[in-house]
Structures are given as structure tokens and as C-alpha cells.
């Protein structure tokens, strides 16, 4: 059965520093890797998609990358702004998704 | 386009009380699903749908049952309400034909408390 992991649970940060969000898989036979991100009490958004056959992906200033040999895959957002702060969520999956438990990011003004 | 759309945002329910949450879509997608999100517990698949008239389980489908008649809805029906149903749940689509992509998307989310 899947498994997926975001450690760490919560972060904060000093507004405009780079940071890095992790997710980890415990089976590296996926299909895509998505990237959510959630707001209190509001629905989720997508923010990037990466198919397995790809290494990374980059909207703005966000990339994330995928290492499906390590099951590893990390969200880095650059020059981070309050307007940031909110939950990440990682799922890996295609039609089905398996759910990490999120990092709630808080960047500090 | 409005996208995943879900009614009601809110519903309060007594034990034993039957409803249902309805999920619309107006993208065309082929593949629709319901989850349910609870402190703690990230959000976990329930019924899932890869077209008209094709449903299955997930993760955590006792009490729930689910049909797909058209391509643009799937209702989640509760059978008789349990506490252990209070949850947010979510509806997601994907996947349009002739696209290579399965990008999901979620619908706003229904607040359910079963008292």
C-alpha cells in the first residue's frame, strides 16, 4: 500500500527566504506526483503536476522536483511571501490519490 | 468556467439521517472522486468514478454509496448518518480524453457534522 510523508508537520520562515517543502513515497511505481496547496477552511488548489516520466516542474516561483528511485520529491519556493502561508499537500497517484498529511507553512512578515 | 462545484458548503445532520452531497463538473472530465479530510488523517479516497456508469471503492467507502449517470456529476449519498462522519469532504475530477495529463482538481468542500 502507498505511503506518503511530509515531514516536517509545521515551518516558519523569515519573509524572503528560499525555502524547501519534502514529500516522501513508499512505492516508487507511480504515475504522477501533484503538488496542492489549502487555505483554512477552503478547498485545495492545484500548484504543479509532475509526471512520472519527468524530473521537475516550474510555475513562478515555484519548482518541484521528483526522484521516483528515492521516492523522494521536494516543492522549493523561492523569495517566500506572507501570501504563501497556508498547507502543502503532496499526493502521488493518477486517477486515485494517495495524501500526504501536509506542511502547514507560515512566513513570517 | 466554473470548474468542481459542491453543495451544500455547510449541513448539520442527527444520527440515522440520510443525504446527499452533490459534485459537479463542467470541464469534460472522464474521471471523478469523492474524499473525505479529518485532522490528523490527510485526505482519503472514498468512491471513485472513470466514466458514466462506472463506479468503484477506495479507501474508506462503508456508509457511502456513490453513481455516475452523467459525465458532468457524482453524488456522495449517506445511508444513515454516524458521528464518525463528521469530516470535510472534497469531489476532484480529471482527465479529459486525448489529453496526457491527469491534473485533478477539487471542488470548495462540504462541511458535515453528524450530531
Known amino acids: 500500500k502507498q505511503e506518503v510523508t511530509q515531514i516536517p508537520a509545521a515551518l516558519s520562515v523569515p519573509e524572503g527566504e528560499n525555502l524547501v517543502l519534502n514529500c516522501s513515497f513508499t512505492d516508487s511505481a507511480i504515475y504522477n506526483l501533484q503538488w496542492f496547496r489549502q487555505d483554512p477552511g477552503k478547498g485545495l488548489t492545484s500548484l504543479l503536476l509532475?509526471?512520472?516520466?519527468?524530473r521537475e516542474q516550474t510555475s513562478g516561483r515555484l519548482n518541484a522536483s521528483l526522484d521516483k528511485s528515492s521516492g523522494r520529491s521536494t516543492l522549493y519556493i523561492a523569495a517566500s511571501q506572507p501570501g504563501d502561508s497556508a498547507t502543502y499537500l503532496c499526493?502521488?497517484?493518477?486517477?486515485?490519490?494517495?495524501f500526504g498529511t501536509g506542511t502547514r507553512l507560515t512566513i513570517i512578515p | 468556467n466554473a470548474g468542481v462545484t459542491q453543495t451544500p458548503k455547510f449541513q448539520v445532520l442527527k444520527t440515522g439521517q440520510s443525504m446527499t452531497l452533490q459534485c459537479a463538473q463542467d470541464?469534460?472530465?472522464?474521471?471523478m472522486s469523492w474524499y473525505r479530510q479529518d485532522p490528523g488523517m490527510g485526505l482519503r479516497l472514498i468512491h471513485y468514478s472513470v466514466g458514466a456508469g462506472i463506479t468503484d471503492q477506495g479507501e474508506v467507502p462503508n456508509g457511502y454509496n456513490v453513481s455516475r449517470s452523467t459525465t458532468e456529476d457524482f453524488p456522495l449519498r449517506l445511508l444513515s448518518a454516524a458521528p464518525s462522519q463528521t469530516s470535510v469532504y472534497f469531489c476532484?475530477?480529471?482527465?479529459?480524453?486525448?489529453?496526457?495529463?491527469?491534473?485533478?482538481?477539487f471542488g470548495p468542500g462540504t462541511r458535515l457534522t453528524v450530531l
Open positions: 509532475i509526471q512520472s516520466s519527468q
Open positions: 476532484a475530477s480529471s482527465y479529459s480524453k486525448g489529453t496526457p495529463y491527469n491534473e485533478q482538481f
Open positions: 470541464m469534460n472530465h472522464e474521471y
Open positions: 499526493a502521488v497517484g493518477d486517477e486515485k490519490l494517495t
